[in-house]
């Protein structure tokens, strides 16, 4: 049996040829305000990032929960320069299953369709096939939002159906979620693929 204080060890830094993931610290929250007031980012998400006062609240949070193992929150930094470009997360994290789920991506839109998204996938998904030996790692989006599907799929992401309903955004909208996932005998394929496109 995992102990689950065991399986994600602290802190993870995961450092690719652009990007470094890092684990969030309160230290980011003013830069990750700034890069997320831009609107386009929360189009598609189920809470309103633009609103400072909002996405305080939910980073806090998301420090709070890594402490109680239910979430890992990262800062995306571009390596270069050193910029906040973003954050991702691992969440519905089960250690006893040896699944979780890699969300709550978003960068300043002046990194889509960069290869940023990409390279942070591929850090993410080797941590979890390779380190944490997951059986199980999904990744879920708006069935509205294209972008974010056509960017899932892009990665290897393979689509297992629409959740109907399955929740309700801030603004009173009920979102239909698309459910992707990736196992450990796709990773091998996947990760070539991924290299390749790096």
Same mark, same amino acid.
């Given at each position: 049996?995992?102990?689950?204080?065991?399986?994600?060890?602290?802190?993870?830094?995961?450092?690719?040829?652009?990007?470094?993931? !890092?684990?969030?610290?309160?230290?980011?929250?003013?830069?990750? %305000? =700034?890069?997320?007031?831009?609107?386009? /980012?929360?189009?598609?998400?189920?809470?309103?990032?633009?609103?400072?006062?909002?996405?305080?609240?939910?980073?806090?949070?998301?420090?709070?929960?890594?402490?109680?193992? $239910?979430?890992?929150?990262?800062?995306? @930094?571009?390596?270069?320069?050193?910029?906040?470009?973003?954050?991702?997360? #691992?969440?519905? %994290?089960?250690?006893?299953?040896?699944?979780?789920?890699?969300?709550? =991506?978003?960068?300043?839109?002046? #990194?889509?369709?960069?290869?940023?998204?990409?390279?942070?996938?591929?850090?993410?998904?080797?941590?979890? #096939?390779?380190?944490?030996?997951? /059986?199980?790692?999904?990744? !879920? =989006?708006?069935? %509205?939002?294209?972008?974010?599907?056509?960017? @899932?799929?892009?990665?290897?992401?393979?689509?297992?159906?629409?959740?109907?309903?399955?929740?309700?955004?801030?603004?009173? @909208?009920?979102?239909? =979620?698309?459910?992707?996932? !990736?196992?450990?005998?796709?990773?091998?394929? @996947?990760? $070539?693929?991924?290299?390749?496109? %790096?």
């Amino acid at each position: 049996m995992i102990n689950p204080a065991d399986w994600i060890g602290h802190p993870v830094v995961l450092e690719g040829e652009r990007v470094r993931l !890092v684990p969030l610290e309160r230290t980011h929250f003013p830069a990750l %305000i =700034t890069v997320g007031a831009d609107k386009r /980012i929360w189009e598609y998400m189920s809470v309103d990032g633009s609103d400072q006062s909002r996405l305080l609240q939910l980073l806090e949070s998301a420090v709070l929960k890594r402490a109680t193992k $239910e979430q890992y929150p990262f800062v995306v @930094i571009e390596k270069k320069t050193g910029a906040v470009v973003g954050s991702t997360m #691992f969440h519905n %994290i089960f250690p006893q299953h040896r699944k979780l789920e890699i969300g709550w =991506t978003w960068y300043a839109p002046s #990194f889509w369709r960069t290869g940023v998204n990409r390279e942070c996938k591929y850090l993410l998904l080797n941590y979890c #096939f390779d380190v944490l030996s997951a /059986i199980r790692v999904q990744l !879920v =989006t708006d069935e %509205i939002n294209i972008r974010s599907r056509n960017a @899932i799929e892009g990665i290897g992401g393979v689509f297992e159906g629409i959740l109907r309903n399955e929740r309700i955004r801030e603004n009173g @909208i009920y979102r239909n =979620t698309v459910m992707y996932s !990736v196992l450990p005998h796709e990773w091998a394929v @996947i990760r $070539e693929q991924l290299v390749r496109g %790096i």
